[in-house]
């Protein structure tokens, strides 16, 4: 699987040395989203995928731990029942009646098995060099407080919801129960907290933020109703 996954991300570098990304791609990375449980035997080839995915410019890779594997005999030290819930709702959006692990959702838009890297990797390809439908851009950023602007693109439509999400970029896990009993799992963007800021209408907004500890912290432009992804920015 390593080696599978290393020559399909040479390949999505060489692709994106032929088929330069616009500028404004590249101020905007692709989102991508997985779910995933400690207690899921199927799950670590896509940890694996992620974490590689962590290492490609153009793109930003999350890790959501879900709850629902906890009851075969080992508690997912990272999982929350937010992020099962935000599962469901991007499952209730795509007109799908179940969920499962490891699924990545990308940009909000497409849904696939999480370590089908071929798959995974041809729809970032794609969703790479599509402007993003905004801009979020830090004006100041003084200690712990960072001012952004966020400003429409072409093709924006409706209303959005502006999320703040913080994560631990590395963490190891030595699993002692469970179907990954005796296993050292190593993830990679791992979300500790998603918070939804508030509603956009679409309008040019200044926000203020406070982003206290040293976990890394991204803002996240998407449309409402768990639609696309317009806007990502790392801020710290």
Known sequence: ???????????????????PQ??????????????????CSACPPADALLRELAEQEGVMPLSLHVDYWDYIGWTDSFAQPRFTARQKAYARAGGRKSIYTPQMVIAGQKAMVGHEAMDVVM?????????????ISVLSQQGEAVAVQLSPR?????PSDVHLVRF?????VDVRRGENAGHMLEYANVVRDWTQLRAWDGQGTELQLELP?????????QAHGHGPIWAVKRLK
Request: contains cysteine.
């Open 1 to 19: 699987m390593r080696h599978l996954i290393a020559s399909v991300l040479a390949a999505l570098c060489v692709t994106a040395l032929v088929a």
């Open 22 to 39: 616009s500028q404004a791609a590249e101020d905007s990375p692709v989102l991508v989203e997985l779910f995933t449980s400690q207690g």
């Open 123 to 135: 729809t970032i390809d794609k969703l790479r060099n599509v402007a993003p439908k905004a801009a």
């Open 154 to 158: 072409p093709g924006l439509s409706g």
């Open 168 to 172: 631990s970029p590395r963490v190891k």
């Open 213 to 221: 500890g040293d976990e890394a912290a991204l803002l996240i432009v």
